[in-house]
């Protein structure tokens, strides 16, 4: 089906360091999802974002919706060992026929060096 | 946002045999869904299930295979049935509460059929 596009696939990084990934996309969405999955668990959200050039912060994570609506950024900053995980972007929209769809990116899957 | 209880969390299935899977959301939400996730790769939807009536299924995916059940706003169950390998996976299951709030997503059912 149709899915988002999310870089990097993966990142491997030290303790304290900062991360940036995002998602692109050739549709527009009316909102952005961030989420992160630890091993064995659903996903969890971390900040979702609804207009067009939104700065959105929850604690040391930031992002962004895209002010063309088809992209998004997610930044952590101060990498801790916690931050290991994986890391789904999900743009959301409603269809033709006015049903709320949900599209997911693949995932980029953080490792943090202590 | 919603707290969502899933069961079980994993299970060992013969082939040719169903599982049932249920949901128990803690407070009433609009729309609730059934998502499969291979180990390492992203959500893939199976269907919307709908209040009162038949679910929404994604292409792909048929209503023999994963009958889904919606008796409340609170409660959903997706069985799998006539299980073969191919149906190893996790199962997810996600609500929505309307609104701007988020997808809230349960801990999963890690299936495996041998």
């Known amino acids: 089906g149709q899915q988002l596009n999310q870089s990097p696939q993966s990142m491997f990084i030290q303790e304290g360091e900062d991360v940036s990934m995002n998602c692109t996309s050739s549709?527009?969405?009316?909102?952005w999802l961030w989420y992160k999955q630890d091993p064995g668990e659903g996903p969890v959200l971390l900040i979702a974002?609804?207009?067009a050039g939104e700065l959105t912060s929850n604690g040391r994570l930031t992002a962004q919706f895209g002010i063309t609506r088809k992209d998004s950024f997610l930044n952590i900053s101060a990498s801790i060992p916690s931050d290991v995980g994986i890391y789904f972007c999900a743009g959301s929209f409603i269809n033709a026929g006015n049903n709320r769809k949900l599209i997911w990116g693949l995932g980029t899957s953080l490792a943090v060096n202590p | 946002s919603a707290v969502i209880s899933q069961k079980p969390s994993r299970d060992i299935c013969q082939r040719g045999t169903s599982l049932t899977i249920q949901c128990q959301v803690d407070s009433q939400v609009t729309m609730m869904f059934w998502y499969r996730q291979q180990p390492g790769q992203s959500l893939t939807l199976i269907a919307t299930a709908n209040q009162g009536s038949e679910a929404t299924y994604e292409s792909g995916f048929v209503i023999d295979k994963f009958p889904i059940s919606r008796p409340n706003l609170t409660f959903s169950t997706l069985t799998v049935s006539n299980m073969s390998p191919e149906d190893s996976s996790i199962y997810l299951c996600s609500a929505h509460a309307g609104g701007v709030s988020g997808y809230t997503f349960g801990s999963g059912t890690r299936l495996t059929v041998v």
């Open positions: 549709s527009i969405f009316n909102t």
């Open positions: 974002l609804y207009k």
